[in-house]
C-alpha cells in the first residue's frame, strides 16, 4: 500500500509542477499581421473643392431705376424667372426696370424750391414785358424804314439816315428774337424747379411697355441665381441675376501651399464624396499666387487656387455650381512597388524599423522608406514581398518575443 501512496504522490507533485511550468512559461503575445505586398501606388494630395460653373454672366441693371419683381407673370409686365429656369440670349427678358421715383423733400427745401418757382414766374413776367417793348420797338423801326424807303425813291433822304432806319429795323428784330429765347429759357427753369417739388406719392406708376428698360439675357443658360427678387429702387450696374450653363462645370479646390508645389498641371485627380461613383479629373490650373485662409479652428494658412476639369462632362441632373466634392489629387505614383501598412512603423532612433514575424518571434527590422500616403508606405530596403509584419505593435513587443496572430471570429 506504502507504494501506491508514493505513485499517487509522486503524480500529483508532477502535475502541480508541471501547472505552474504552464503558468510561468511566456505565451506568445497577440497581434494583428499584414503581408507586405507589391503591386500599384500613389501618392495623392485630398481636399474638399466644389464645382464651379467657368463661365458666369451677372446681369446688372443699365440704368438707376426700380427694377420690377423678377418672378412677376408677364401680365404684370415683369419677367418670370426662378432658379434654374432656362434662358436664350438676347431673348428671354431677365428683367423690367421703370425710371427712379422722385425723392421725398423735407420742409426747408419745399419752402425754398417754392419760392424760387416764384421767383421764375416774376422772371417770366419780367421777360414777356420786355418782349411787349421790343416788339413795339420793332414795328417803329419798321415804319421808320418804310419810310425812308420811300423818301430814298425821291432822293430826299440821305444815304446816312437810309442805312439807320435799316439798322435799327434789323436790330430790334434781333433783340426780339432773343428775348423771346430767354422767355422759353425761363419758363425751361420754372418747369424744371416745379419737377423738384412733385411728391412720390403723387406719382402714377406706368404700366406701359414703352416706359420700362427690359434687360435680356447675355448668354444661354439657366439663372444660377437671382440677386434682386424683390421690387427695389436700385442704382445703376447693382447686380441683378446669375447666369451659367451647369454643363460648363469645373471644380475649384483651395489647398496648402506645401501641398500646391507638389501639383503639376495634368496631374491626375480622381473626385468622389459629392453622393456618386469617383469621377476622373486633371489638374487645369494651378494659381501662381496664393492667399491667406482662417481655418475652423482659427489657424491662418497659406492656400492656393487649384482648378480641375472633369474627364468626361457629368450629367446636368447630378452636379450643379457649388456642389461640395472631395479631390485626390495624385502627385506621385508605381504600379510596380513593394508596399508596407504605416501603421507598421516606428522609429528607432533616426530610422524607420518594423517588427517582422520570424519563426513565431518579432524581429526588429531597420527599412528605408521612399513615398508614402495615408495607407501604405513604399519600400526600398530591408523588406521583400511575402514578408510578415506586426501592425499597431504595442509595448509589449520587442524584439524576439514569441508572437501570434490574432484570430477574429
Not at 426780339?176 to 429759357?185: F, K
Not at 490650373?285 to 497659406?302: H, N
Request: charged share 20%; aromatic share 4%; proline share 7%.
Amino acid at each position: 500500500m506504502n507504494w501506491i501512496k508514493r505513485i499517487i504522490g509522486i503524480a500529483g507533485l508532477s502535475l502541480v509542477i508541471a501547472g505552474l511550468a504552464w503558468f510561468a512559461w511566456p505565451q506568445p503575445i497577440l497581434v494583428d499581421l499584414a503581408t507586405v505586398a507589391k503591386g500599384p501606388i500613389e501618392v495623392t494630395v485630398d481636399d474638399d473643392g466644389k464645382t464651379h460653373v467657368r463661365h458666369i454672366y451677372t446681369v446688372s441693371a443699365p440704368v438707376a431705376g426700380k427694377v420690377l419683381r423678377i418672378s412677376h407673370p408677364m401680365g404684370d409686365h415683369g419677367p418670370s424667372l426662378h432658379v434654374g429656369d432656362e434662358v436664350v440670349a438676347n431673348q428671354t427678358v431677365v428683367a423690367v426696370m421703370q425710371p427712379t421715383l422722385p425723392n421725398f423733400i423735407d420742409v426747408r427745401s419745399r419752402d425754398q424750391l417754392q419760392a424760387e418757382v416764384l421767383a421764375a414766374d416774376a422772371a417770366i413776367q419780367q421777360q414777356e414785358a420786355e418782349v411787349k417793348r421790343l416788339k413795339a420797338a420793332l414795328d417803329f423801326s419798321r415804319n421808320e424804314f418804310q419810310r425812308a424807303q420811300t423818301l430814298s425813291r425821291t432822293q430826299t433822304i440821305s444815304a446816312q439816315a437810309f442805312d439807320k432806319a435799316r439798322f435799327d429795323a434789323a436790330s430790334n428784330e434781333a433783340s426780339l428774337a432773343g428775348a423771346r429765347a430767354q422767355v422759353d429759357v425761363r419758363r425751361a427753369l420754372r418747369a424744371s424747379l416745379a419737377a423738384r417739388l412733385i411728391d412720390p406719392a403723387d406719382v402714377q406708376p406706368q404700366t406701359e411697355p414703352t416706359c420700362c428698360v427690359r434687360v435680356l439675357a447675355p448668354a444661354s443658360g439657366r439663372v444660377l441665381r437671382i440677386v434682386q427678387d424683390s421690387e427695389a429702387p436700385v442704382p445703376s450696374g447693382a447686380p441683378l441675376a446669375d447666369i451659367g450653363s451647369p454643363l460648363d462645370l469645373e471644380i475649384v479646390a483651395d489647398l496648402l501651399s506645401t501641398d500646391a508645389v507638389q501639383i503639376k498641371v495634368g496631374a491626375p485627380v480622381r473626385i468622389d464624396g459629392w453622393g456618386g461613383p469617383a469621377i476622373g479629373g486633371k489638374v487645369a490650373r494651378v494659381d501662381p499666387a496664393g492667399f491667406l485662409k482662417v481655418s475652423a479652428l482659427g489657424i491662418e494658412e497659406q492656400r492656393v487656387r487649384v482648378t480641375i476639369d472633369f474627364a468626361s462632362p457629368p450629367e446636368a441632373p447630378s452636379l450643379g455650381h457649388d456642389y461640395r466634392v472631395v479631390v485626390h489629387i495624385t502627385t506621385w505614383s508605381s504600379p510596380d512597388a513593394v508596399a508596407v501598412p504605416v501603421s507598421a512603423l516606428f522609429r528607432k532612433g533616426e530610422d524607420w524599423a518594423v517588427f517582422a514575424v520570424r519563426d513565431g518571434r518579432a524581429r526588429t527590422v531597420p527599412i528605408r522608406i521612399g513615398h508614402r500616403n495615408n495607407r501604405v508606405a513604399e519600400v526600398l530596403s530591408g523588406l521583400s514581398a511575402g514578408d510578415k509584419v506586426v501592425v499597431h505593435p504595442s509595448d509589449r513587443i520587442a524584439d524576439g518575443r514569441s508572437v501570434a496572430q490574432r484570430e477574429f471570429p
